[in-house]
């Protein structure tokens, strides 16, 4: 152990001493100093939020351009509002029409007359009046079914359509497609005769007469009742013609005289 006197110092072991004292009062303070403001003692403050952890910046639209694109679609607006008013009177100057369209004057009797020869048999011609008015009249001559036929279209007093086919080559094949594969669902009297009725269950219909070696076809979306009336008139036409087979007159049609024998 080394000894000092006071006021002096007796040698080295006294300064050496002294000078672990000094280090110690500076260990010291250091472990006293005060911690960081806002952080516990004795712990590292905790590093500053990341920059990428903020919250995006909205964008702002400076006054004058939000003016601006106001401006835009209010002006939208009234051109289309200007050119509305100045096409309106034009529209309201000029109403639609009242007249129910074109319609053809079809002679069906001179075309059944002319189509005679051609046919084999006397196409009927039915007499319905103004109430049926037909919209077209042709022979048909099969080339692609392979079956010829008259054909006539009716539009009936409610609008709706009636297609009238006759042949004297029918076929089942040909059949089911002019009545497209409809099953029979029972018969129909019209004109003092039985039809046979087809229904597809999904607005059309077909009646179905054998009558005088032709067959004939009525089909369409008109109603029972103006199937029956059409049926009755065709019905009525086809007792007037002759049956089919027999000698068909032609329209110019005369009888020469015959030669003289030379003596």
């Known amino acids: 152990m080394t000894h000092c006197t006071l006021g002096r110092p007796l040698g080295r072991e006294c300064g050496i001493g002294a000078d672990m004292g000094d280090y110690r009062r500076v260990?010291?303070?250091?472990d006293t100093s005060p911690a960081a403001p806002g952080s516990p003692a004795g712990r590292t403050p905790a590093a500053a939020p990341d920059a990428s952890g903020q919250p995006p910046v909205k964008p702002v639209?400076?006054?004058?351009?939000?003016?601006?694109?106001?401006?835009?679609?209010m002006g939208m607006i009234i051109a289309l509002v200007v050119s509305i008013a100045a096409f309106l009177p034009i529209v309201l100057m000029n109403p639609a029409p009242k007249t129910d369209g074109y319609r053809p004057n079809i002679n069906v009797s001179a075309v059944a007359q002319n189509a005679a020869g051609v046919a084999g048999f006397t196409p009927v011609a039915a007499d319905t009046g103004d109430t049926f008015r037909a919209n077209y009249a042709r022979w048909e001559s099969g080339a692609g079914s392979g079956v010829p036929a008259w054909e006539v279209g009716y539009l009936t007093p409610?609008?709706?359509?009636?297609?009238?086919v006759q042949t004297r080559q029918a076929n089942p094949t040909w059949l089911l497609q002019q009545t497209k594969s409809a099953p029979v669902?029972?018969?129909?009297?019209?004109?003092g005769r039985d039809w046979e009725l087809r229904d597809t269950g999904k607005g059309e219909k077909s009646m179905v007469l054998a009558e005088r070696g032709t067959t004939v076809i009525l089909s369409g979306s008109a109603t029972l009742d103006e199937f029956s009336s059409l049926a009755a008139a065709v019905a009525k036409s086809l007792e007037s013609n002759p049956p089919a087979g027999e000698p068909v007159a032609t329209p110019g049609a005369t009888d020469s005289p015959s030669a003289s024998p030379s003596p």
């Open 61 to 73: 639209i400076a006054a004058a351009a939000a003016k601006r694109a106001n401006a835009s679609v």
């Open 158 to 164: 409610k609008d709706s359509f009636i297609g009238l």
């Open 27 to 30: 260990s010291e303070l250091q």
């Open 185 to 191: 669902t029972g018969t129909r009297n019209a004109g």
